[in-house]
């Protein structure tokens, strides 16, 4: 027989509604408690956060305000990085910088007007300076053609500047400006003592974009490319980088990670190789200023390099047609030489007996190889002036004939 004992229902009822209200109690009291420890840690880190910031041991700086309203308590988290690189390369930079300035040329528009409108910007080094004046050295070509050359300073203080001399042969000129505004100069190294692999740093005005450094390092100490002026054809000594060299950077510092000046940007080959439409990059030449300190000396004083001079139209005995060849007559174990074509009236060569057909083989013992080999060894080698014997054969006979050296200049 069932029975329903009320009592003994409402008692259940009531244990139940206890243990529930203790549940509810204790997540109360544990969320109360939690709320409370989160309000507590963010005061304290708003006020010990700066503290251990400037110590070192926090890494963030805190700040508020309301820079984002949606953020607890205005308060903004923002990463801090102060980084102040040395090295040795913005050490080198920033003892040569000051020193690289711009080259301005400038032509006139047209004949009737007297304002002058630039040209061309390239270069400078200032590598000297005295009471009265400062001297700089860029490339001859920065300056080429110019009516009126300028020269922009590193702190952009513009001054008018006076051309001293230049070579175009090996593509350099010397400027003269006042020392007024010259608050340094570049201490010149020595190219000789480079070695493949050093870092290299470019420093001039590519683009116009003054002051621009680019790195590398020097890829060759002893390269030689063509050179040609005044019907004249050398090859010309430089040094190889690959340091970015674009238009502007002309007549502008390579710099070695001393901060001396190593030598003085000439030319950037950007030329599309072989079947590709890809430009070369990375290849740069420079004047190399143990080179360049002979040629820049006598731009200085006398405003020109005297250069020795035979008097003789001359080509490669290798460029003649096997035909005309022949005709001279030659040794069959003469294979290079240089074949007379003309002879100046009143010049070395014409006063020394030296006629058209000749075929000079030798110069001071020096046996000619071609004709760019010789020049080279003509324009380093010898001087103006100075006392040569000749080796050449006249229709298969050799004769030797002494004469001395006459000059000329490229300007």
Sequence with gaps: MGYYDEN??????????????????????????????????MVCLLIFAPILSDLGVFPYQVSTGAQNTNNVGNTT????????VTTSVTEAVDKVSPAVIAVINLQKANFFDNKYTESGIGSGIIYKKDNQYSYIVTNNHVVSGAEKVEVRLNDNVKTNATV??????????????????VNAVAEFGNSSKLKRGEPAIAIGNPLGFSGSVTQGIISSTNRTIPVESNNASIETQVLQTDAAINPG???????NIAGQVIGINSSKIASTGTGSN??????????PIDFAKTVIAKLETSGKVK????????????????????????????????????????????????????????????????????????????????KVTIKYYRMGKTHTTQLTLGSKTFS
Excluded: C
């Design 8 to 41: 003994h229902e409402n008692d259940q009822d009531s244990k139940e509604n206890g243990h529930q209200s203790r549940e509810t109690h204790a997540r109360g009291g544990w969320f109360l408690s939690g709320f409370i420890g989160a309000i507590v840690g």
């Design 278 to 287: 890809d430009d070369v990059e990375g290849i740069g030449f420079a004047i």
């Design 249 to 255: 950077n002309s007549g502008g510092a390579l710099v």
């Design 164 to 181: 001293l001399g230049k070579d175009s042969l090996y593509d350099l000129a010397v400027l003269r400006i006042p020392s007024k505004n």
């Design 77 to 84: 988290f923002n990463r801090q990085m102060n980084v102040n």
């Design 307 to 386: 250069r020795p001079m035979l008097g003789v139209s001359i080509v490669d005995l290798t460029m003649v047609p096997n035909e005309e060849v022949k005709q001279l007559q030659l040794p069959s174990s003469v294979k290079t030489g240089l074949v007379v074509t003309d002879v100046q009236s009143s010049s070395p060569a014409a006063r020394s007996g030296l006629e058209a057909g000749d075929v000079i083989t030798e110069i001071n013992g020096h046996k000619i190889k071609s004709y760019i080999e010789f020049s080279t060894y003509m324009y380093t080698e010898l001087n103006a002036g100075q």
